[in-house]
């Protein structure tokens, strides 16, 4: 089944600061690839997608690669923001499973 | 917003006593799927259904169940509440194709003392 692994937080950064959160998988097949965004006493939500090798998903100044030689889709932004503190769930769908499987999460804090 | 609604939203229980959370949308989505959240455990999957009355396991289904008898519906129950399902629950949908996202709940806080 589909499996992933993501970078270990919390990440406490300051406002402006670059933000690169690591995320790598592992399925069969070719597996789309989702960064969810988790803010305090809500449901997950959708941050941003990416369908194919190559492909670059990008919302709200996030942005993410799908990487397929190194099985990674690792998120980024250039400037955070003290409303981008939330958790970020990184996951892949597809291949063999319907199975809709999330990772830990990182949760990240902006101080300003 | 996707509709997708949980109830309650808030619930205590004894140890021992059945409950059930229910998971209810509006999109007519094939998959739904139930999920626990744990501090440093992340989102684990407890079972997820791909139609009425077909489900299946996920990581962490020991000591629940769950049934699906018509599309809109997904229940989740805890035969017999221990401490340790004490946790936030969250509901998703999704509709077919991998490239589909996912829409969640806004979860159920339940407490078995």
């Known amino acids: 089944g589909n499996s992933v692994t993501q970078m270990e937080g919390p990440v406490t950064l300051s406002e402006e600061a670059f933000l690169t959160i690591n995320c790598t998988y592992t399925a069969t097949g070719y597996p789309s690839l989702f960064w969810y965004v988790q803010y305090p006493g809500e449901g997950l939500q959708l941050l941003l997608k990416?369908?194919?090798?190559?492909d670059k998903g990008s919302n709200k100044g996030f942005e993410a690669t799908y990487r397929k030689e190194t099985t990674s889709f690792h998120l980024e932004k250039g400037s955070v923001q003290v409303s981008d503190s939330a958790v970020y769930f990184c996951a892949p769908r597809g291949g063999a499973t319907n199975k809709l499987i999330f990772g830990t999460g990182t949760l990240l804090a902006v101080q300003p | 917003d996707a509709g997708i609604t949980q109830s309650p939203r808030h619930k205590v229980t004894e140890t021992g006593t059945p409950v059930t959370l229910r998971c209810h949308q509006t999109?007519?989505?094939?998959?739904m799927y139930w999920y626990r959240q744990d501090p440093g455990h992340g989102l684990r999957l407890i079972h997820y259904s791909y139609g009425v009355k077909d489900t299946d396991k996920g990581e962490v289904s020991d000591g629940y169940s769950v049934s699906r008898s018509k599309t809109e519906d997904f229940l989740l129950t805890l035969e017999s509440a221990t401490s340790s399902q004490t946790s936030v629950y969250f509901c998703a949908i999704s509709g077919e194709g991998m490239n589909t996202e996912a829409f969640f709940g806004q979860g159920t806080r339940l407490t078995v003392v």
């Open positions: 999109e007519n989505h094939r998959y």
């Open positions: 990416a369908t194919k090798a190559d």
